[in-house]
């Protein structure tokens, strides 16, 4: 099946500092789409992109769909405490979604 | 707008015992989703349901979990037997219909021990 590979695993940033991570794939999807898991919880959405090359943005978190469908990255700027959680990447391909691993995030005060 | 209601939250169980999740998607959503999330792992789907129908359930292994949504509303997932693998977070999700473009709801999920 789909593998999506998400880097970093884990990053440690101090509150005020830009955070950048991202996913690859060996296999092309139509639809990007990026969560945000707080503990205890289910994933939320937070930006979908349908179209390569696209870049949207949110607030503070900005994403791009890689030019060859087969990668995203996703930038938070400005980190404060509460961006503290796990952000997955999911990539969607002929109905079927997948999930990379996650990157967990924690911002020290 | 209430969210994704799912029980129980937690289930510790015996290896070999049954056990049963029950989720009650947003109201009007047609299109529900089972995930299981294994610690340090994103969500793997394991079926997919347009109101009553199965429409993905390729990666549920079915001689032991069972899904069912009657009346299109809301559904439960068994395990019969468990195992020590299935030691898992089982999210729900849903959504209005069944376009890529239609925005996943997730629920709080219910979190599985087998001991």
């Known amino acids: 099946g789909q593998q999506l590979n998400q880097s970093p695993q884990s990053m440690f940033i101090q509150e005020g500092e830009d955070v950048s991570m991202n996913c690859t794939s060996s296999?092309?999807?139509?639809?990007w789409l990026w969560y945000k898991q707080d503990p205890g919880e289910g994933p939320v959405l937070l930006i979908a992109?349908?179209?390569?090359?696209e870049l949207t943005s949110n607030g503070r978190l900005t994403a791009q769909f890689g030019i060859t469908r087969k990668d995203s990255f996703l930038n938070i700027s400005a980190s404060i405490p509460s961006d503290v959680g796990i952000y997955f990447c999911?990539?969607?391909?002929?109905?079927?979604?997948?999930f990379g691993d996650g990157t967990t995030l924690t911002v020290k005060p | 707008e209430a969210g994704v209601a799912q029980s129980p939250r937690y289930k510790i169980i015996e290896k070999r015992q049954s056990v049963a999740f029950w989720c009650n998607p947003i109201?009007?959503?047609?299109?529900l989703y089972w995930y299981q999330q294994i610690l340090g792992q994103g969500p793997k789907l394991l079926i997919q349901?347009?109101?009553?129908?199965?429409?993905?359930d390729s990666q549920l292994p079915k001689d032991r979990f069972s899904a069912e949504r009657l009346k299109g509303v809301d559904s439960t997932l068994k395990i019969q037997p468990a195992k020590l693998e299935d030691s898992a977070v089982y999210l729900c999700?849903?959504?209005?219909?069944?376009?890529?473009?239609?925005?996943?709801?997730f629920g709080p999920g219910t979190r599985l021990l087998v001991l």
């Open positions: 296999s092309i999807f139509n639809t």
């Open positions: 349901f347009q109101n009553n129908g199965v429409v993905d």
């Open positions: 999700a849903s959504s209005l219909g069944g376009d890529l473009k239609e925005t996943q709801y």
């Open positions: 992109l349908y179209k390569a090359g």
């Open positions: 109201s009007g959503h047609a299109t």
């Open positions: 999911a990539g969607s391909y002929a109905g079927k979604s997948t």
